[in-house]
């Protein structure tokens, strides 16, 4: 059993938990410090280990890669989500990379099968092969979670909402949902909107690229992103190195459009060089944007899993995986910025502090992640 004494819960109570064989056995509020439990400092909050949706966590595709472990326990991520970075090519490999690592892997299958390998892999069809997404989805049904297609000019080319027509078939085929990229034009947000099902995830939704963002002409949300929102669709952040703006976000925020999951679609170059760095700078430009802390962690527990279909991952329930993950909050003024290089500043922040996975503590260690801003 291993047991962890003082760490407050979101309502600042401070809990004793206790874990057995890699599950909650019990989350108990705190009467006395447990001479054998680890005790956490002072400060030190508990959640769900953080999920992130949106990561590029197959190593061999460069400049879009990173290792699964790098950017997540080390950094109080207990399951990253590779999307699309794999196509059925490679799925066996990041299959082996999943297992060979501490943090829980899942992927959306990239429909074409080549994957990021290419950065237009949508712009020629014979990419995409049923044969081999079905046989992917038989052979990794605990790693697969549904399909990428990213739906923006510079990787559609010349077919327009093709490659999102057919995923939406293969999706159906499979019963699986899609994870729909969104970006430059054409294709056209308000098209692409039509297309999307309950369960869908539109990761990208506060970019600012030409034309075809979230608002209108009028800077009013597309009517036809609030009609998707109430079929069940959800809203993704994926900040990456081009794909969040400020300046969006707290339109949207102003207009009180609801969003569900915050992800850094973090890879190698943005992860060393910015402006993504790793999820908690990514969870303090929301509570820059004056999100409450506990929305912000919501975002990052509950909302994924439960758009990973895996609400167990999101919950602190007795006998669900005890992923993790504890943080501080500290009063300290943070420089942040976008991926427009606009500067912003918060004056909270989110630090990771250890995590437990399979039964195993783990302090983050700081070093690796300071090293890395
Ligand atoms: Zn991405």
């Known amino acids: 059993m291993l047991n962890i004494s003082g760490a407050s819960l979101l309502n600042n109570k401070k809990c004793n938990i206790k874990i057995k064989d890699g599950y909650i056995h019990s989350v108990t509020s705190l009467d006395k410090y447990d001479g054998d439990a680890i005790s956490v400092p002072e400060g030190v909050y508990v959640s769900p280990g953080w ?7 197959y190593p061999r595709f460069e400049p879009y890669c990173s290792h699964p472990d790098k950017i997540g326990y080390k950094t109080g991520v207990t399951t990253v989500v590779d999307a699309g970075t794999c196509g059925a090519n490679n799925i066996e490999h990041l299959c082996e990379i999943a297992k060979n690592s501490k943090t829980s892997v899942f992927s959306f299958l990239n429909i074409a099968q080549n994957g990021l390998e290419v950065r237009n892999e949508l712009a020629n069809l014979k990419n995409i092969s049923w044969e081999k997404i079905r046989d992917s989805f038989q052979a990794y049904p ?14 559609v080319g010349e077919n327009g909402l093709e490659p999102l027509k057919i995923a939406r078939k293969y999706g159906e085929l499979l019963n699986k949902p899609l994870m729909v990229h969104i970006g430059s034009s054409p294709p056209k947000l308000t098209d692409i909107l039509d297309l999307v099902e309950k369960g869908d995830v539109i990761t990208h939704c506060f970019h600012e690229k030409e034309g075809n963002t979230i608002f209108n002409h009028e800077q009013m949300i597309h009517p036809s992103l609030y009609q998707a929102v109430r079929r069940g669709i959800y809203l993704d952040v994926g900040h990456g190195t081009s794909s969040f703006s ?3 976000a707290q339109q949207a925020k102003a207009k009180h459009l609801p969003f569900h999951s915050i992800s850094t ?3 190698e170059k943005n992860r060393l060089h910015g402006p993504v760095y790793d999820m908690a700078t990514t969870l303090n430009k929301f509570l820059a944007l004056g999100y409450r802390l506990e929305e912000v962690i919501q ?17 602190l329930a007795k006998g669900t995986v005890a992923d993790l993950t504890f943080f501080t909050v500290e009063k300290e003024q943070l420089e942040l910025e976008d991926t427009y290089g606009k500067k912003f500043t918060t004056v909270k922040r989110i630090k990771p502090y250890a995590v437990t996975l399979g039964g195993e503590y783990i302090v983050c260690d700081e070093n690796e992640i300071e090293a890395s801003y």
């Open 299 to 315: 975002k990052v527990t509950e909302m994924p899993a439960t758009i990973l279909q895996k609400p167990e991952l999101g919950s």
């Open 246 to 248: 400020f300046h969006i």
């Open 51 to 57: 999920i992130d949706l949106h990561t590029h966590a």
């Open 142 to 155: 605990d790693l697969l979670v549904g399909l990428k297609v990213r739906m923006s000019k510079s990787v």
């Open 265 to 267: 679609d973090i890879y």
